[in-house]
């Protein structure tokens, strides 16, 4: 038990479906980050917030889009993704945004898109 | 951002100790190194943060040179759950350059 929770753990969905996944943090943390880990591959940066505002888009495509409605909550929005979106998504939380401080992560989201 | 360069992959064996090296020639004054560890399908997990000499922990010690140009990451008697991919980050104070940004990493296998 990291203090981040994500849901749903694993998630299939349709090219055309939206769907939302959600983290939430009970460490007291301000800074909150999207990561997309494809098979295989490293952790991909998508995005973070920092006091509730968006400091990194890291190109991700608009299919994404994230929110931040406190500090404690951050959601993923997803509509009409490809199946090569297909990959865990983790959410991460962390005092600051700083390399140099300790990032908590969740346990990801297993998405499958058909 | 300084950029990290560790071996694909290592093998060891259970109750050995291993050591990884992750080389960052160019990390700047301000930067601390960070060594996460990622289980399958697992979110990574924190395991030791230092900025010169020497850090040790319950989990770990990590040996940083003088000249910080490299950190060696030790996990001393290994078992079979130490099998996970180890991340070397290097990055300091708040900047558009201190993104928690994660490279290849380095896979280790543990054999009984």
């Known amino acids: 038990e990291t203090g981040v929770t994500q849901t749903p753990r694993h998630l299939v969905m349709g090219m055309t479906n939206k769907k939302s996944l959600k983290c939430e943090q009970h460490?007291?943390?301000?800074?909150m980050y999207w990561y997309k880990q494809s098979a295989k591959k490293p952790l991909e940066l998508m995005f973070v917030?920092?006091?509730?505002?968006?400091?990194e888009n890291n190109s991700v495509p608009s299919r994404f889009s994230p929110e931040c409605p406190n500090s404690s909550h951050l959601f993923l929005h997803l509509h009409t993704l490809q199946p090569e979106d297909s990959a865990l998504y983790l959410c991460?939380?962390?005092?600051?945004?700083?390399?140099?401080?300790?990032?908590?992560f969740g346990q990801g989201t297993r998405l499958t898109v058909v | 951002l300084a950029k990290t360069t560790q071996p694909i992959s290592m093998d060891s064996y259970e109750g050995q100790e291993v050591n990884i090296t992750c080389s960052h020639n160019n990390i700047a004054t301000n930067d601390y190194i960070t060594w996460y560890q990622q289980f399958p399908s697992q979110g990574p997990r924190f395991i030791i943060q230092g900025y010169k000499t020497k850090v040790t922990n319950e989990v770990a010690s990590l040996f940083i040179p003088a000249d910080r140009k490299s950190s060696t990451l030790s996990l001393p008697r290994v078992s079979l759950s130490d099998t996970a991919v180890y991340y070397c980050?290097?990055?300091?104070?708040?900047?558009?350059?201190?993104?928690?940004?994660f490279g290849s990493g380095t896979r280790l296998s543990i054999r009984p």
């Open positions: 991460a939380s962390s005092q600051r945004e700083a390399m140099n401080t300790e990032a908590f």
């Open positions: 917030y920092n006091f509730k505002e968006q400091t």
């Open positions: 980050l290097v990055g300091g104070v708040p900047s558009s350059a201190s993104k928690i940004i």
């Open positions: 460490l007291g943390h301000n800074a």
